[in-house]
């Protein structure tokens, strides 16, 4: 059973900038790519990014793309994201996913889920 755990988060202003990371308990998180989703109050839970196994592809919800940045550090089995540029949109309850299987860039395709950690963005 791999278990990931989300780090980071908190308040910010709009225009600023925070981090999250993920981390997985398990050796095999590097052999899966790993994604955030995120879901905001009275939402469904939305793609936000993924990263390949290898970090060497990343791929990016269009409402995201050029303002968020996904890296992968293998010997630590943790990801991070990079998040510029926030706006209230933004604001949302952050998911780190692992062992993905297929697109990576749907729910039902993760088998493992954190708990999330809040990001709030005021205006």
């Known amino acids: 059973q791999v278990h990931v755990i989300e780090s980071g988060g908190g308040l910010v202003q709009a225009g600023g900038s925070l981090s999250v990371s993920c981390a997985a308990s398990?050796?095999?998180?590097?052999?899966?790519?790993m994604g955030w989703f995120r879901q905001a109050p009275g939402k469904e839970r939305e793609f936000v990014a993924a990263?390949?196994?290898?970090?060497?592809?990343?791929w990016y919800a269009d409402s995201v793309k050029g303002r968020f940045t996904l890296s992968r550090d293998t010997a630590k089995n943790t990801v991070y994201m990079e998040m510029k540029y926030l706006n209230p949109e933004d604001t949302a309850v952050y998911y780190c996913?692992?062992?993905?299987?297929?697109?990576?860039?749907?729910?039902?395709?993760?088998?493992?889920w954190g708990q999330g950690t809040k990001v709030t963005v005021s205006s």
């Open positions: 996913a692992a062992l993905c299987q297929g697109s990576c860039r749907q729910v039902k395709e993760f088998a493992n």
């Open positions: 398990e050796r095999t998180f590097s052999s899966y790519a």
């Open positions: 990263i390949s196994w290898s970090g060497e592809s990343t």
